[in-house]
């Protein structure tokens, strides 16, 4: 009988001991790191493409490998509208999105990006950068239910256009004024208030919204009705290829992208303290990085745009022109209550417009 329980308590300290180390083992194998799930209309090799990969490594870095972020690039998640709704849902963290992405969490933000309100992008960064302007818009985008981590540049918007048929002969008239736009095949991206209100001002009753995506084979056919005219920064003409497929550019800003990295309170609160802070520090850093290698290559690609291209230049009147639809304009988003009253002013405030 002895023997037997003897026999019985090896055998349990056996089982024991085996049991011990395995929990040993696994307490000691490396946790799997948390992934975070972002999206962007950028193609991966772009320059804010190479922006973002920069951030995914220093958020593995500065986090110790515990966070990893997941980048889908070139609107593989839809477009904006559509990477946000899958970040609502926890499908996806979040991304960067421009002024448009923004606004559906936070309608205000479009006030950033009224065209003809900045000048230059010091008088954006007056406003951006205002401790009480900053603070409403985060707030806003916070209420929207995300956490903003970065704010960043897409580039000055030109209207670029081609006049000819595909065949080297001009069929339409060059773009100097509003009026003449009315001859083009004209298009706003889907979700942008600014752009669809513009369109309607200059008299375009039923313009078309397309995603980003399918503009550049929009651009790319010839027939009757392709589009035929792009409101873009030089950089996004350039890095999303739609730069070959124009002619002419007029020399005139028409208004300042914006854009900024978010992902979803909800999953960004629910991450480890440390996982927050590594995402708080490094964003920051991201949206800086943007912001200034951004402007410079952009002002380097308009530079080219003026050489390569057929370069038409608005008289006063002509820019007087478009200065009153771009005025009727932001009247009309400050009628539709598109922008928050206390955001308009301080911004209108800041820039010296109306």
Sequence with gaps: MMRKFL???????????????????RADEPKKPIEIKLGTLAPRDSAWGGVFRAWAKAVKEESNGTVELTWFFNAQQGAEDEMIGKSRSKQMAGGAFTA???SAIYPSVIAMQMPGLFDNWEQLDKVRNDPDTRAKLEKGIEDGGFKILGWGDV??????????NGKGEPVKPDIHGPEQLKAYTTFYISGDAIGATFLNKVGIQAPKALSVPAILPGLSNREKGAIDVITTPAIAAEQLQWAPQVTHVLDMPVGFGIGGLVMNKEIFNGLPEDAKKALVKTGKNAGDLLTGRIRGMDNEAWARALKDKKVIKPTDAEKAQWQAKFKETRDQLKADGKVNADIWNTVVKAAGKQ
Aim: no cysteine; proline share 3%.
């Design 7 to 25: 026999l019985a308590v090896a055998a349990l300290s056996t089982m024991v001991a085996i049991s011990s180390h395995e929990s040993s083992a």
């Design 100 to 102: 448009t992405g923004l």
């Design 155 to 164: 580039g000055i918007g030109h209207i670029m256009f081609r006049p000819d």
